[in-house]
């Protein structure tokens, strides 16, 4: 494997064969070089289900991704239909209809909560931030309210509502009228849309991601919901990271009986093979891209081979019957890593094992025990997420087609790297003493 994918590839230079390393340093960026070195200087060839193949032919077990590989990575009906689609007619040109695009739409439609029939798709996460922002505003919305902790892109519209003053604070002035409320605290939510009445537009995630897997309270959403159907504020959900089975249901709102009036999905949608996202709205917030098309487009948002794949993950999706064993695998990886790290958690070294469906989350008492357990999953080939917005927790959002011997290779990369790191502590500890 590896051989015939792209440029022939090493780490020194020689005649025909690229240097990652230096094209990195030289032309992306050298942070990004020295980051991977730290790790290990893995070069990725090849990704197939669950696994990425790396230059040396190392197999690595995808648990990373940040949330995008949960149909695992190239899945054949994704891959076969967008190549079908490429081949006959991979762009636009934006001034016909395009029938891909409307079938895609009217399939995501389909497994949206009822009342949210209106897409605008868009080529990230952070684009469909942005649109809906800006749907926001043309509802007279123009006040945001985010919450800490909160991640929803880099854009400079998203990264406004994102709750990180470490990502955010470099880029002053962003978009103005933000306030920023305490995740999980329906009082706090109450407060600022008091002050800020009808005007105002609440962004929030129903489970943070990058904020280090939080799940609110039972009742958090819905205290939300309706602190702004009282106050005449618009929600607008994120569900880039949990939408579409991730959690072990559809949607995460629709575990907490909530319905925004704008949900956002992303990662999942592009069934590991194409980058997408979208705006689902109520006919009320949409109304204005139903008026004037043009007010918010862009050249390659929708294009039809990206249209084909999305289209082909949903009925993945709904054929393999994705967020129902999203629960089952969830629950029993939860409750799997609960006891892998058993002797972490008795040591006060592990202080969380949480999450919900394959989105899970591992909290360590320190920022440098998570780092130190990243190197040491990597180490035994299994590639998980850190979280931007809270550096002590490890992700994992694993594939939903995880088989038996990959169960078994991430619990036993998980027990190890953490025997590793009690071990190198008690050590320290006895050269101390
Ligand atoms: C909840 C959430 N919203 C928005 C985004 C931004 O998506 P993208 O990176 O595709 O722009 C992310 C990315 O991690 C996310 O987790």
Not at 29 to 58: I, M, N, P
Not at 336 to 347: K, T
Request: charged share 20%; hydrophobic share 45%.
């Amino acid at each position: 494997m590896g051989g015939g994918d792209g440029p022939r590839i090493g780490m020194s230079a020689g005649s025909g064969v690229l240097d990652v390393d230096a094209a990195y340093r030289r032309h992306l960026s050298a942070g990004r070089a020295r980051l991977s070195a730290f790790l290990g200087g893995q070069v990725e060839v090849v990704s197939h289900g669950c696994v990425v193949v790396d230059a040396q032919r190392e197999a690595y077990l995808s648990c990373g991704g940040y949330g995008v590989f949960l149909l695992g990575h190239s899945h054949p009906r994704v891959v076969a239909a967008v190549q079908e689609q490429t081949a006959r007619r991979a762009l636009s040109t934006r001034l016909f209809l395009d029938p891909v695009h409307a079938a895609a739409a009217e399939a995501l439609a389909g497994l949206a909560p009822a009342g949210l029939e209106h897409v605008y798709f868009a080529t990230s996460g952070a684009d469909a931030v942005e649109a809906a922002l800006k749907l926001a505003r043309l509802n007279g919305k123009r006040r945001l309210i985010g919450t800490h902790g909160g991640f929803h892109g880099k854009t400079l519209g998203a990264l406004s509502v994102s709750g990180n003053p470490v990502l955010r604070d470099p880029f002053a002035p962003l978009v103005g009228d933000v306030l920023h409320v305490p995740f999980d605290d329906a009082d706090a939510l109450q407060r600022a849309l008091a002050s800020v009445g009808e005007a105002a537009c609440v962004v929030l995630e129903p489970i943070q991601a990058e904020g280090g897997v939080q799940l609110p309270s039972p009742g958090y959403l819905a205290a939300v919901s309706d602190a702004c159907r009282a106050h005449g504020a618009m929600l607008v959900l994120d569900e880039i990271a949990t939408g579409l089975g991730r959690v072990g249901a559809w949607w995460a709102c629709e575990q907490e009986g909530v319905l925004p009036d704008m949900l956002l999905v992303g990662k999942a949608l592009g069934g590991g093979v194409v980058p997408v996202a979208a705006v689902l709205a109520s006919p009320e917030a949409f109304a204005p891209f139903d008026r004037d098309p043009f007010i918010h487009s862009a050249t390659f948002a929708a294009a039809p081979l990206v249209m084909a794949g999305v289209q082909a993950t949903l009925e993945v999706l709904v054929d393999e019957d994705v967020p129902q064993r999203a629960a089952c695998l969830g629950d029993r990886l939860i409750a799997g890593l609960r006891a892998a790290l058993g002797d972490a958690i008795d040591a006060g070294m592990v202080t969380a094992v949480r999450g919900r469906g394959l989105l899970i989350g591992v909290e360590f008492s320190s920022p440098g025990f998570a780092g130190d357990f990243e190197y040491e999953l990597v180490a035994r080939r299994v590639i998980p997420n850190h979280c931007l917005n809270h550096h002590s927790v490890v992700r994992f959002t694993p594939p939903v087609g995880l088989g038996e011997d990959e169960i078994a290779w991430l619990l036993a990369a998980a027990a190890n790297s953490a025997k590793a790191l009690l071990d190198r502590r008690r050590a320290r500890t006895r050269r101390r003493a």
